[in-house]
């Protein structure tokens, strides 16, 4: 096991070659993330432990509590019950609540996090195994159905909650018991004879993994990320042959295929994303993180293929993605139903991650772009905006009976959403030895090294209200080094000053880019013009055919029927009408749209008529997506009939 200190943290998550994301504890976010970090640090955070506890998740955890037993009925031709995800639902916890102390001091959840951490420490075998199904509800089975039971996914956000602890505190209690957690991980599987050439049913502990390699300097954690990379979809199949060793037939497997896990074939060779959208995601966060940390290009393909085919084919306007809840994921391309879509917030969550992941190689904006998409719409959907409820799947149209859950039987997406949103400045910026890339933007203070010399990088910006962002640039010491700035790929104009005369940069895939020698007071001024705008679909998208949606920046626009008289898709938008932007109640900063329709009405109450309907003049008023849900229930539509 390895024992380590913050300063030595430090310098083992200090970027190398390619770029990597600052740590949460050297940037202070503000701007429009800002009051939302707040609710998650004094409100959201207590929420998922109070919730966690209501669930009984502390009785399964901890030996010194008598033991729950079965408390969630098992499902799926009784071979998994969403009790033995509790793990993984503690482990984001502890997540979101020490990104959330990092913010916010509190002494009453640190000892809340602690007591969970004493009674993981409590509960850990001799050995350094620690699963709390594994250890209590079912001893003696461990390692024995690993496409199903989540037991290595468990592990891996057990460790991301001890990572994010350690920044936070300083506290290496719950780190050290991780790593020797993975030091047992590590023992029983890999390439060597004698150990198993297993890997995670679902996708996540690869992500750990990387984690901790970079935090403790241990290559070993870095080593068994890469091999459950390599051996994933191996044949013979290790799923297949781990169900014949529980006296199991693979062609019973629930879900028919090993698509649906993502193990039907070598990663190398996948070209196609399929099955669970969630483990999908994870999988391929997974595969981006290993080609960076390897400089294995031999992924290069099939990562490059996976993302062209989701994001061209597959993708929500909303950034979402698997539209299917019989398997929480894909199902054929172009098939993006509207009011059935499952959209899981995990999967966008996930989205968001391995866009990030795919910038870890270069600045590339059809990363940047998606993760942004992603963010702004469908992840932000999934937390209420008083931070107490949450979406587990992210209709595009809602009849009026969709509304966020207070919990779930599988609450993975209120940890899932908070510890991303708490941890949202790690993903403004990418930084390797000699750049820094600018990935979004938000008011934010941070503090990082570059070419040697220690900088302080400031926003000033109300971004996405409006375009102008200012770049505060205080090295402590003249330094060269290249500033990379993202352009949306929906900005059609834009214009860069430093120090108030206009500059020329190179545009890169998507970033404009600055080398020169920075000296303290240097102020880079980038505006970009944001103006509301109109979406259509590919015509092989049924279901938007005829429709079409409203953006401006990065947020898409729905209307709910809060704020009009008649049934929503009553409704049409003619192609030349313009857009106006407005206020709305109870969001005075939150910029609105209103656009001129038509509302189509019948003259009787007839269910078939002879004659067409009649229309009116109306006026819609659409808010940004992800705050649908928050007012009086009712009707909710994002793309809108299209009068041509």
Known sequence: MNTISASQADEAMQPKAKFRPLAVNQIDVAGFFGPKLDTIATTTARILFDRCLEARMLEQVDPDLPNPGIVIPFQHNNTVTTQMFWDSDFGKSIETAAYALNRHRDAELEARVDMVID????????????????????????????????????????????????????????????????????????????????????????????????????????????FFVDVRGESPSYFDAEAHARGEKPEDFHFST????????????????VGHAVRAAYLYAGMADVATEFSDSSLDPALDALWTHLTERNLYITGGFGPSKDNEGLTFDYDLPNDSAYAETCAAVALVFWASRMLGRTPDARYADVMEQALYNNVLSGLSDDGSHFFYDNPLESHGHHHRWRWHRCPCCPPNVSRLLSSIGTYFYGL???????????????????????????????????????????????????????????????????????VEAQLQKGYLRLDRTW????????????????????????????????????????????????????????????????????????IALEIEALAEYQETDALYNTRPPSRVSAKLKAIPYYLWDNRAPGEMLVWLRREA
């Open 119 to 226: 009674a993981y420490s409590r509960l850990q075998a001799e050995d350094g195994y620690l699963n709390s199904w594994y250890l209590r509800i079912e001893p003696g089975k461990r390692w024995t159905n690993l496409r199903d039971r989540h037991e290595l996914y468990n592990a891996g956000h057990l460790m991301e909650g001890a990572i994010a602890y350690f920044h936070a505190t300083g506290k290496r209690k719950f780190l050290d018991v991780m790593c020797r957690y993975a030091d047992c991980i590590d023992a029983t599987f890999g390439p060597q004879d004698g150990k198993k050439r297993g890997y995670p049913g679902h996708p996540e502990l690869e992500l750990a993994l990387i984690k901790l390699g970079r935090v403790t300097g241990e290559q070993r954690y870095l080593d068994l990320a890469k």
């Open 432 to 502: 390797s030895e000699d750049e820094v890339a600018v990935h979004l933007y938000c008011e934010n203070k941070a503090h990082l090294k570059v070419s040697g010399v220690n900088l302080a990088l400031s926003q000033t910006t109300t971004y996405p209200a409006d375009g102008r962002i200012v770049f505060g640039i205080e090295p402590e010491a003249p330094a060269r080094f290249t500033l990379s700035l993202r352009v949306p790929n929906w900005v059609e104009t834009y214009t860069l000053t430093l120090n108030g005369e206009a």
């Open 258 to 273: 090993l698509e649906y896990c993502q193990a039907h074939k070598p990663v190398r060779d996948q070209r196609e994303v």
């Open 519 to 590: 000296q303290a007071g240097d102020t880079l001024t980038l505006d970009l013009a944001i103006e509301p705008r109109k979406l259509y679909a590919n015509t092989k998208v049924a279901h938007d055919q005829g429709r079409v949606a409203l953006m401006r920046g990065p947020f898409v626009y729905c209307i709910e029927g809060v704020d009009h008289s008649a049934p929503l898709n009553s409704y049409l938008v003619e192609d030349l009408s313009k857009i106006a932007t407005t206020s709305i109640d109870p969001w005075p900063n939150t």
